[in-house]
């Protein structure tokens, strides 16, 4: 998959997941009918976050984004649903390639060398994709588990 259709598709399921934690949270403090919705909801929101941070950071390094575009990519994760407006407007002002830049060329960095790989060899990637999110999941859980 290219990194446009990568970066959208993500972008969306990040806003999706927030309007279900949302939910949850309007279920569980609001209606007092359940706090299962922000269990169940909380935590697939958590993993699509980090999920959209690995995609953010392996598109920006393959795209070549700014470290300000990078920022405000990851920045755009806390807000809910601001992830499409800032998908939207990278395809309009800085669109992304329809394929990967570092498939063909070469990496120039230890970072390019990484992304470099996991796009050359995309069953690969996606497996090395996965573990990260479940990596940093589970530190993110060890760190402090959200609360309430």
Do not use: C, N
């Not at 393959?62 to 755009?76: E, H, K, N």
């Not at 995309?122 to 609360?147: D, E, I, K, N, W």
Request: charged fraction near 15%; hydrophobic fraction near 55%; aromatic fraction near 8%.
């Amino acid at each position: 998959m290219s990194p446009r259709p990568l970066f959208r598709r993500v972008a969306i399921a990040e806003a999706i997941t927030w309007a279900l934690l949302l939910t949850g949270m309007f279920l569980k403090y609001v209606t007092e009918t359940t706090e299962l919705g922000v269990r169940v909801f909380g935590m697939l929101h958590g993993v699509v976050f980090v999920a959209y941070a690995v995609v953010a950071v392996v598109v920006a390094v393959d795209q070549r984004w700014t470290p300000r575009r990078t920022v405000a990519a990851l920045a755009s994760a806390v807000p809910p649903f601001a992830t499409v407006p800032f998908d939207r407007w990278v395809e309009k002002h800085h669109p992304l390639e329809e394929s990967w830049r570092l498939r063909t060329a070469d990496p120039a960095g230890p970072l390019e060398r990484l992304v470099a790989w996991l796009v050359r060899s995309p069953a690969q990637g996606v497996a090395a994709g996965l573990v990260a999110v479940a990596a940093l999941t589970g530190l993110a859980l060890l760190v402090g588990p959200p609360t309430g």
